[in-house]
């Protein structure tokens, strides 16, 4: 009866609330959390109770996204219905849903000529990062791109960094999505780019100060496309990773922090730079 009282009257967002406070999610993962719930809220499976395989097939076809976007939806929103299973707000298993395979494109990044010459663009690139600040692109995207390629650090760990981050020459903090300490060398490049713009901190953030996270989005995309660029900013860890593969095949695993090769390879090691990509012996040998 209780279980039936719960189902009746819970929605899918306050089963979102009571999964956060149960468990603790990095802020990526909770914002992806909620936009799965309000995904299913618009279209239908605002109740607990209407969490049934039939349902959720139904709402899982009507998505009009890629293979790998409903393949997370679909993990997400199982997550939420386990976890209301288990709490006793529902009856029904989680059960019965279509098994989605992700597709995934052959990881592609920046080589180092390149990613000089976008370290070497910033460098020179005197736009203002916004209208009510003095600060340039010069000032910042050099900083941000050195810190980003010399520790493979994610978008969020880079913009949360702050002047207790550093020391010894070296970025030492805890990876927010994971949870593992991370410790990386910065290059002379880096360092001097890091002082620079320290000496502009108003609070000891380094880039939470002048830009929010949305506008440092922004400033990114701009950048990246008004230079011509490809790729996002995603595309430093890629580079970081492949690059080190190439001298030390095997190593990516440990600097990403990854448990299995198999994610590195299949995220984010540009093949194409790392290793000579597999094939058979020729059927004719030159002459």
């Given at each position: 009866?209780?279980?039936?009282?719960?189902?009746?009257i819970m929605?899918?967002?306050d089963?979102?609330?009571?999964?956060?406070?149960?468990?603790?999610?990095?802020?990526?993962?909770?914002e992806?959390?909620?936009?799965t719930?309000?995904?299913?809220?618009?279209?239908?499976?605002?109740?607990i109770?209407?969490l049934?395989?039939?349902?959720?097939?139904?709402f899982?076809?009507?998505?009009?996204?890629?293979?790998?976007?409903?393949h997370n939806?679909?993990?997400e929103l199982?997550?939420?219905?386990?976890?209301?299973?288990?709490?006793?707000?529902?009856e029904?298993?989680?059960?019965?849903?279509?098994?989605?395979?992700?597709?995934?494109?052959?990881?592609?990044?920046?080589e180092?000529?390149?990613?000089?010459?976008?370290?070497?663009?910033?460098?020179?690139?005197?736009?203002?990062?916004?209208?009510?600040?003095a600060?340039?692109?010069?000032?910042?995207?050099?900083?941000?791109?050195?810190i980003?390629?010399?520790?493979?650090?994610?978008?969020?760990?880079v913009?949360?960094l702050?002047?207790?981050?550093?020391?010894?020459?070296?970025?030492a903090?805890?990876?927010?999505?994971t949870?593992k300490p991370l410790?990386?060398?910065?290059?002379?490049?880096?360092q001097?780019?890091?002082?620079?713009?320290?000496?502009?901190?108003?609070?000891?953030?380094?880039?939470?100060?002048?830009?929010p996270?949305?506008?440092?989005?922004?400033?990114?995309?701009?950048?990246l496309?008004q230079?011509?660029?490809?790729g996002?900013?995603?595309?430093?860890?890629?580079?970081?990773?492949?690059?080190i593969?190439?001298?030390?095949?095997?190593?990516?695993?440990?600097?990403l922090?990854?448990?299995?090769?198999?994610l590195?390879?299949?995220?984010?090691?540009?093949?194409?730079?790392?290793?000579?990509?597999?094939?058979?012996?020729?059927?004719?040998?030159?002459r």
């Amino acid at each position: 009866m209780v279980a039936t009282l719960f189902c009746n009257i819970m929605n899918i967002l306050d089963l979102l609330d009571r999964y956060l406070a149960a468990v603790e999610c990095s802020p990526r993962y909770t914002e992806s959390l909620l936009r799965t719930c309000r995904r299913a809220k618009d279209m239908g499976l605002s109740e607990i109770c209407q969490l049934s395989p039939e349902r959720v097939n139904k709402f899982l076809a009507s998505l009009d996204v890629g293979a790998t976007t409903r393949h997370n939806i679909r993990r997400e929103l199982l997550t939420l219905w386990r976890f209301a299973y288990e709490q006793g707000m529902t009856e029904i298993y989680p059960a019965r849903v279509r098994k989605i395979r992700a597709s995934f494109a052959p990881p592609v990044t920046w080589e180092l000529a390149s990613l000089d010459k976008l370290i070497t663009a910033a460098e020179t690139d005197e736009t203002r990062i916004s209208s009510r600040m003095a600060l340039r692109r010069c000032d910042v995207i050099p900083a941000w791109a050195g810190i980003a390629y010399d520790s493979g650090m994610r978008f969020s760990d880079v913009h949360a960094l702050t002047k207790h981050s550093f020391r010894n020459e070296c970025i030492a903090i805890t990876a927010a999505k994971t949870g593992k300490p991370l410790v990386r060398a910065l290059s002379e490049r880096t360092q001097v780019a890091v002082a620079k713009l320290f000496q502009h901190s108003e609070d000891g953030t380094l880039f939470k100060w002048c830009l929010p996270r949305r506008r440092a989005f922004r400033m990114w995309r701009e950048f990246l496309d008004q230079h011509g660029f490809g790729g996002s900013t995603k595309w430093f860890r890629r580079a970081a990773a492949t690059a080190i593969e190439q001298v030390q095949p095997g190593a990516a695993t440990d600097f990403l922090q990854h448990s299995h090769p198999s994610l590195v390879r299949r995220h984010y090691l540009d093949a194409t730079q790392a290793a000579i990509p597999m094939s058979p012996p020729p059927i004719r040998k030159p002459r």
